[in-house]
């Protein structure tokens, strides 16, 4: 399966600031994801994230707050905007490979915000 | 709408007991997936299984066994003769054609040495 690099793993932040988050895969994959993991909870998906064009957001999440990127098969950014305490979360990237019929997630990035 | 139910919050077992996690689910679709993870400590994500609808045989991996009855819509995991590294969050998952997968809201379970 595909192997996920993340960037960065952790993060403490200032409340109205913005970090981008990286997610790179060793191998091109037909499907990007991004996950969000509040403290204790389950996981919730925030939006596909499309290949060369906008990402796919679901409900209550909007691009505004949480711009993606995916300028390529095997790469793709998630930003959280001008984030708030509220946003202290794990954030996963996941994919599926060519062929693959698993979800694979990163190892995540934890964000505090202060 | 799909769901995921998993009614045991948390599980504590001593080591070598035999622990079954419940999982729940609801569709009205006819071809799904379903998945269970494992969180463990680390807070990585580590795929466990996936079984399509269709597809109703129970499996077994070593010390982990899978029921899945269509007819209560459940997909249970058994783990046999439990061990402290099986100590994580297990979550289960729904999934179609889109790999958008909704999740359970997890049992931890602990195995005491």
């Known amino acids: 399966s595909a192997v996920i690099s993340q960037k960065p793993s952790r993060d403490i932040c200032q409340r109205g600031t913005s970090l981008t988050i990286q997610c790179q895969v060793d191998?091109?994959?037909?499907?990007m994801f991004w996950y969000r993991q509040q403290p204790g909870q389950s996981l919730t998906l925030i939006a596909t994230a499309n290949q060369g064009s906008e990402a796919t957001y679901e409900s209550g999440f909007v691009i505004d707050k949480f711009p993606i990127s995916r300028p390529n098969l095997t790469f793709s950014t998630l930003t959280v905007s001008n984030m708030s305490p509220e946003d202290s979360s794990i954030y996963l990237c996941?994919?599926?490979?060519?062929?693959?019929?698993?979800?694979?997630f990163g190892a995540g990035s934890r964000l505090t915000v202060l | 709408a799909q769901k995921v139910t998993q009614a045991q919050t948390e599980i504590s077992v001593v080591e070598k007991e035999d622990v079954t996690l419940d999982c729940v689910y609801e569709?009205?679709?006819?071809?799904?997936?379903l998945f269970w993870y494992k969180q463990p400590p680390s807070g990585e994500l580590v795929f466990l299984i996936r079984r399509n609808s269709f597809d109703e045989q129970n499996e077994i991996s070593g010390r982990y066994s899978w029921n899945f009855q269509k007819s209560t819509s459940s997909f249970n995991f058994t783990i046999t003769a439990s061990q402290v590294v099986d100590s994580a969050v297990y979550f289960c998952?729904?999934?179609?054609?889109?790999?958008?997968?909704?999740f359970g809201s997890g049992t931890r379970l602990l195995v005491r040495p």
């Open positions: 569709t009205r679709d006819t071809t799904y997936y």
């Open positions: 191998s091109q994959v037909t499907m």
């Open positions: 998952a729904w999934g179609d054609s889109s790999y958008k997968l909704i």
């Open positions: 996941s994919v599926v490979g060519s062929g693959a019929n698993v979800l694979t």
